[in-house]
């Protein structure tokens, strides 16, 4: 069973802070992917990467950056949290290669507070 | 940039009937997957379907696609309660194995 773990469900941080999203994974998978997800506007793309230290924005990097140090981890950073970083986070992971996309395997999300 | 739209943004059933879930989306596509989602957990995927393919079932889920009206359906036939969940639709538009997610349906089955 494919597992994407992380590291907090829930989070409450300050204005200003720095913080740190950690997701894992354990089947080898090239890509790996952050979301949020916010009431009436769904998933929205925030960085992917397909390849250890290979990074793409998506459609929302603004005010974040991303870590792949290694195949497995993916991390998430907000350099100076804001309070309309307050959202539902979501790490996923898929093979990569080959012709089209694949299974997406998330993982339980953090919920982020910023107050 | 949103792609699939799904229709209707909640429906409510009863235990034993079918439910149908529509998505629209806007440009050519590799394939389509539908994804759940239960209250406040992450998403869970359930089907995908390529852009070659117009049928495909998966215990009670049927899941059609049309490329030419550039639309998919997702059926669950019998329901449960615990079919009651959001579902989203997403759409592979080439590239980088990346995905595009609508904003989902909200599913709720009561007994």
């Known amino acids: 069973d494919v597992k994407v773990t992380q590291s907090s469900r829930y989070l409450v941080k300050r204005t200003g802070e720095k913080v740190f999203l950690e997701c894992v994974q354990d089947?080898?998978?090239?890509?790996m992917f952050w979301y949020r997800q916010d009431p009436g506007l769904g998933l929205r793309l925030i960085y992917f990467?397909?390849?250890?230290?290979?990074?793409e924005k998506g459609d929302i990097p603004e005010g974040y950056s991303v870590s792949r140090e290694k195949k497995e981890r993916f991390s998430l950073i907000l350099e100076s949290a804001s309070t309309n970083q307050t959202s539902m986070y979501l790490c996923?992971?898929?093979f990569g290669g080959g012709d089209g996309s694949y299974e997406q395997y998330f993982g339980p999300g953090t919920r982020l507070t910023v107050t | 940039s949103q792609q699939g739209e799904e229709d209707p943004q909640a429906l409510s059933i009863q235990e034993g009937e079918n439910a149908t879930m529509n998505c629209s989306y806007k440009?050519?596509?590799?394939?389509l997957q539908w994804y759940r989602q239960n209250s406040g957990r992450g998403l869970v995927h359930l089907i995908l379907?390529?852009?070659?393919?117009r049928e495909k079932h998966s215990g009670r889920l049927r899941v059609t696609l049309d490329t030419s009206k550039k639309s998919s359906s997702l059926l669950i036939t019998a329901s449960r309660a615990a079919d009651t969940a959001s579902y989203f639709c997403?759409?592979?538009?080439?590239?980088?194995?990346?995905?595009?997610f609508g904003k989902g349906t909200m599913l709720l089955v009561s007994p």
């Open positions: 996923a992971s898929s």
């Open positions: 089947m080898d998978h090239e890509n």
């Open positions: 990467s397909y390849d250890v230290k290979m990074k």
């Open positions: 440009t050519s596509i590799n394939n």
């Open positions: 379907i390529r852009s070659n393919e």
């Open positions: 997403a759409t592979d538009e080439g590239g980088y194995s990346t995905l595009t």
